[in-house]
């Protein structure tokens, strides 16, 4: 079965340095999603992704964070600037048809530590 | 906006017993309800999914749930319970013209022997 794969798995950086997550959505796919775990807490969408710019942002997702589709594979999230409070677990998504009405395929997600 | 409640943080079920996870929503129009599960360190995986029709859909492992409008609820059960279905539970909702999906805090589901 498809799925989509993150990369790293855990990253670990510096408060104030740069960070840049890593997904391959599956492949036919259309929507590309970006959530993130704070530990304990609920999953909370941060941005959505649809030919090739943002369709919806939540009010988490400020200038320090930006999202890209280089090639005709990967979806990255960027981080600039990073700060304590960015670390948790985010997870990429991808769906078929617009995210709100249809089903959304996780990654195993990236565990982003700030010291 | 649409908002999910799982009233129960913990649920400790044994082995064999069946299961039911609350899920409550608030949506002023037709939700798309979805039950994800996520075992420790991994992903979020796709239970099962109501869009529409009949209120009584079914997943993958075993998993139903029920749509009740009236009580705006979509109830997770199984008949019997697995030690492998150990692992933390959401319930989440999407909607036509939103294209994010807004999950409820979780559920922890234990299974004693």
């Known amino acids: 079965e498809p799925e989509v794969t993150q990369t790293p798995s855990h990253q670990v950086t510096q408060m104030g340095q740069e960070v840049i997550l890593r997904c391959v959505p599956i492949?036919?796919?259309?929507?590309f999603y970006w959530y993130r775990q704070i530990l304990g807490q609920k999953v909370e969408f941060l941005v959505s992704?649809?030919?090739?710019?943002?369709?919806?942002k939540s009010e988490i997702f400020d200038d320090q964070f930006s999202v890209e589709r280089p090639d005709g594979s990967n979806f990255t999230l960027k981080i600039r600037s990073t700060k304590l409070e960015d670390s948790a677990m985010y997870f990429c998504?991808?769906?078929?048809?617009?995210?709100?009405?249809?089903?959304?395929?996780f990654g195993d997600g990236t565990r982003l530590s700030i010291l | 906006a649409q908002s999910v409640t799982q009233p129960d943080i913990h649920i400790t079920v044994s082995e064999g017993a069946s299961l039911e996870l609350r899920c409550n929503y608030s949506?002023?129009?037709?939700?798309?309800l979805f039950w994800y599960v996520q075992s420790p360190g991994q992903g979020l995986q796709l239970l099962l999914k109501?869009?529409?029709?009949?209120?009584l859909v079914q997943g993958i492992k075993g998993f139903e749930a029920e749509f009740k409008r009236s009580q705006s609820s979509f109830n997770l059960r199984k008949p019997s319970v697995h030690w492998s279905d150990a692992a933390e539970y959401f319930c989440?909702?999407?909607?036509?013209?939103?294209?994010?999906?807004?999950f409820g805090t979780g559920t922890r589901l234990l299974v004693s022997p």
């Open positions: 492949s036919n796919h259309l929507y």
């Open positions: 992704f649809y030919n090739n710019e943002i369709s919806e």
């Open positions: 109501y869009f529409s029709g009949d209120t």
């Open positions: 989440a909702v999407g909607a036509t013209g939103f294209q994010k999906l807004v």
């Open positions: 949506y002023g129009a037709t939700p798309y």
């Open positions: 998504a991808s769906s078929e048809g617009v995210g709100g009405t249809q089903p959304q395929h």
